[in-house]
Each structure stands twice: as C-alpha cells, then as structure tokens.
C-alpha cells in the first residue's frame, strides 16, 4: 500500500530531538513495515549550541526621527537584540546620491547619519555595497533600485566602494551589492555571469 510522505516538525526547542527521532523511524522502516524499535530521548541533554545571532537591517523608513518616546523605545529594543547590523550605501535609509556626477565629490551625508545611528546601537556592523549613483547604472536613474551597475562603470563603483571603505575604517564587513538587483537572468535561472559584477 503506497503512504504518502508527512513533513512533520514542531516549532521550538525541542525540534531537534524530535527530528533525530523522524529519521530514526525512517531508518527503521522497510517500505510500508516498519521493525519494532525504542527509542528514548533525553530533553534536557545538550546535544549541541546553536550560535545563532540577531541583528537588523536598517531600512528606508528613519525611524530614529520621529517622536521621541517611540524613538526612546526603539533604541532600547535595539540595542537588546541587534548584535549585528547592516546598512546599504544607498537608499533604504541613506538617502543621498554618493556621487550624483561622473568626476563629482561624494556626498557622505545621508550615509553617515546612518552609519552614526549603528554606532549608537552597538554591536558589530556591516555594510551593503548597494545600490550605485544613476550614472553608473545602465538606466542612469539614481533611484532605480533593480538596476545593476553598467559594465563600464564597474572600475567606478569598486572606486566609490573603495572610498566609503577607508572613510568608516569601523566597519569590516562588506556585502556585496544585495538579491542580485539588475543581474538576474530569468533564462538561465541564475545570475548573468557575463557582464557587470560577477565578471571582475
């Protein structure tokens, strides 16, 4: 008689145990006859340590600018979990164009007002190399957020990468760009490892 496979897990802590035991009956089972077995699982035996840690990314809303008990309450729900936080270099909080023009200085302003706040919080941060001022991106608009770097201006945004790396020297964790904006190729179901960031 054919059974139909169950994915059964139940949430918390226990699921380990509880896992180790679904796969001991799989083991033990011979097509639909299962041989007799017992099994005995300790709850409170450490197994192993999870060193899973939390952290945050912030995003495009500024929560820290608005009133002052709910931004007093944030902050300290923060700097209770948020052992780890990220940041992109522009948009989703930071929002000033880093280089509005080929050759132009870099304006830092709305990405150091958000690299103060993770400062503020503690803990250890990171940065997201993403998104790129519009000239560099094969649309040309700033705020195309989906939009990957152009592949003549790659040599530019590893520049402006470089630059925002020396200028925030505490911070050592880099991710680059973020969900393969601009370079996903739904053909190949895979990431178009022929132009842009993936080539260099």
């Not at 600018?65 to 300290?76: E, I, L, M, Y």
Request: aromatic share 8%.
């Amino acid at each position: 008689m054919a059974q139909t496979p169950m994915n059964i897990c139940p949430a918390g802590a226990r699921a380990g145990w509880f896992n180790r035991l679904a796969l001991a009956m799989v083991l033990l089972s011979t097509g639909s006859v299962f041989q007799a077995a017992t099994v005995s699982i300790d709850p409170n035996e450490v197994v192993a340590a999870s060193s899973l840690r939390l952290g945050v990314t912030h995003t495009g809303t500024s929560w820290e600018k608005g009133d002052a008990a709910a931004v007093a309450r944030a902050t300290s729900l923060l700097k209770s979990v948020a052992g780890l936080q990220n940041q992109s270099i522009m948009g989703w909080g930071a929002g000033r164009v880093l280089q509005p023009a080929a050759g132009a200085g870099l304006d830092f302003s709305g990405l150091d007002s958000r690299v103060g706040l993770m400062r503020s919080l503690g803990g250890e941060m990171a940065l997201t190399l993403c998104t790129a001022p519009g000239w560099m991106k094969t649309s040309g608009r700033d705020w195309n957020m989906e939009d990957r770097v152009a592949d003549e201006h790659v040599a530019d945004f590893a520049h402006l990468c470089r630059a925002i790396a020396q200028r925030y020297t505490d911070i050592h964790d880099f991710v680059i760009w973020n969900e393969m904006k601009g370079y996903w190729n739904n053909s190949m179901v895979n990431s178009d490892g022929s132009s842009g960031l993936n080539s260099t």
